[in-house]
């Protein structure tokens, strides 16, 4: 079945810029997800990138795929303490979603 | 407002008793899907749907068991044979499982303990 790998724990200053990476298996992954779970809440979509692009920005966050080494990164601009919250990857294709183990990202003020 | 509403928020039960978690959406989605979180494992799928009166097994579907008698309604019953029950359960929703674009929409999810 699919793998997905991201990092548990980044830590960051209010204000710099957080980069979370994830690696895949499945090269048939047509849409990769980028979903945000805040402390005891459900999953919300924050983003999405389509296989046959490379880059994806929307205001502060900028999606980048690399899809010969399927390696997918979020990266959040001026990053605020509301940032604070579990970040899963979720590479999907026809049927199926997998989500990756979610990175905890920790916003310092 | 459409939404996907999961109830109770939390829920306790005793060893050995079977519990029906709640999962009801109104956004006219065919399929559902129920997950579980536990913490340093991210989600992991119990049961989907595509269709009314259609359900198959994911991953973790062991001591689990679901319905779908209605469109709208998905609910999930944790049976005594599920050996480690304490978890979240996240209910989520997508227009179709068939698309290449799969969005889903989640629930704010039950806290399960089992005591």
């Known amino acids: 079945g699919e793998d997905v790998e991201q990092s548990l724990f980044l830590s960051v200053r209010e204000g710099d810029s957080s980069v979370i990476n994830c690696t895949y298996t499945d090269s048939s992954s047509t849409y990769l997800y980028w979903y945000k779970q805040e402390p005891g809440a459900g999953l919300q979509l924050l983003t999405y990138i389509f296989s046959n692009m490379d880059m994806k920005q929307d205001q502060r966050l900028t999606v980048l795929l690399n899809k010969k080494d399927k390696h997918l990164s979020l990266r959040i601009a001026d990053t605020q303490t509301g940032d604070s919250a579990i970040y899963f990857c979720a590479p999907g294709g026809y049927q199926k979603v997998t989500f990756g183990i979610g990175t905890k990202l920790q916003v310092i003020p | 407002d459409g939404g996907i509403t999961q109830s109770p928020k939390y829920l306790f039960r005793k060893e050995g008793q079977n519990v029906t978690l709640s999962c009801e959406q109104n956004?006219?989605?065919?399929?559902m899907y129920w997950y579980r979180q536990d913490p340093g494992q991210g989600l992991r799928l119990i049961y989907y749907?595509?269709?009314?009166?259609?359900?198959q097994k994911g991953d973790i579907a062991e001591g689990y068991s679901v319905s779908r008698e209605k469109k709208e309604s998905f609910p999930l019953t944790v049976t005594s044979a599920q050996k480690n029950p304490t978890a979240f359960y996240l209910c989520a929703s997508s227009i179709s499982r068939d698309s290449l674009y799969n969005e889903q929409f989640f629930g704010p999810g039950t806290r399960l303990t089992v005591l």
């Open positions: 956004l006219n989605h065919d399929a």
């Open positions: 749907s595509q269709i009314v009166n259609d359900f």
